[in-house]
């Protein structure tokens, strides 16, 4: 399950747009109960602002899911330095989701990799068509979605996150057979995201292979319910 925030506040952008930004709850934290409360383990936390900023920004909600909730946090948004990084494990997240900077500094992303273990780092590896998209999905990079993974993968990430940025917040299914090609050429973690609008989604990438999958508009919208979900869990 996916919390993003906007100014303080739990909201959702369709394809990475700002301008589209809709309030779903003016406090993240009580979303994060909630979600607890029905089942679910997992939460993928995403500092919008601090993706645009190119610095962490909301960490003080982090802190505040972290010591509300027994929820494993993963983290991403703004993480560009040592300090981001430091920022973010403090406050609480178990996991940090390394995207723009896998890109413009793969010798940062490797260090932090070799200081603080494949387990805690994951790839961001979110994509329009086939490449790479950067800064909080404003930028296009000319990294190929597979190449880019694999050789992450051959130097030691074990997780990825992956958001096929044409189909974030659409809600018409994710992309399964891209999700189903990366696996087939990687021996990869693979979390899915983007479009996941109903159980039957959920359920082909389970058979993908995929780890795990990442919802956010389809609960906020009552597409899916969390009841529904954390009894996947």
Not at 59 to 82: C, H, P, Q, V, W
Not at 134 to 139: C, D, N
Not at 170 to 186: A, C, F, V
Request: proline share 1%.
């Amino acid at each position: 399950m996916a919390i993003d925030i906007l100014g303080g506040k739990c909201v959702r952008l369709t394809k990475g747009d700002y301008s589209t930004g809709k309030i779903y709850n003016n406090d993240p934290v009580d979303v994060a109960l909630e979600i607890e409360d029905n089942g679910l383990k997992f939460v993928h936390v995403v500092d919008l602002d601090g993706a645009r900023e190119k610095r962490v920004i909301n960490y003080k909600i982090l802190e505040k899911i972290a010591s509300k909730t027994n929820l494993s946090i993963d983290f991403g948004g703004g993480i560009r330095s040592d300090d981001d990084l430091k920022i973010a494990f403090n406050s609480g997240a178990k996991q940090v989701t390394a995207g723009s900077i896998a890109v413009t500094d793969p010798s940062l992303m490797l260090k932090w990799l070799e200081t603080y273990g494949a387990d805690k780092i994951i790839l961001g590896a979110d994509f329009i068509g086939d490449e790479i998209a950067t800064h909080g999905w404003t930028e296009r990079s000319d990294r190929k979605l597979i190449s880019f993974i694999s050789e992450y993968v051959s130097k030691g990430v074990q997780y990825v996150i992956c958001t096929d940025v044409d189909k974030d917040g659409m809600m018409k299914g994710p992309s399964t057979d891209i999700y189903r090609k990366i696996l087939e050429n990687t021996n990869i973690n693979l979390i899915a995201s983007g479009g996941i609008t109903s159980l039957r989604d959920i359920e082909d990438i389970r058979e993908t292979g995929c780890e795990g999958a990442i919802i956010g508009k389809a609960v906020y919208e009552g597409k899916l319910k969390l009841k529904e979900l954390g009894k996947l869990c």
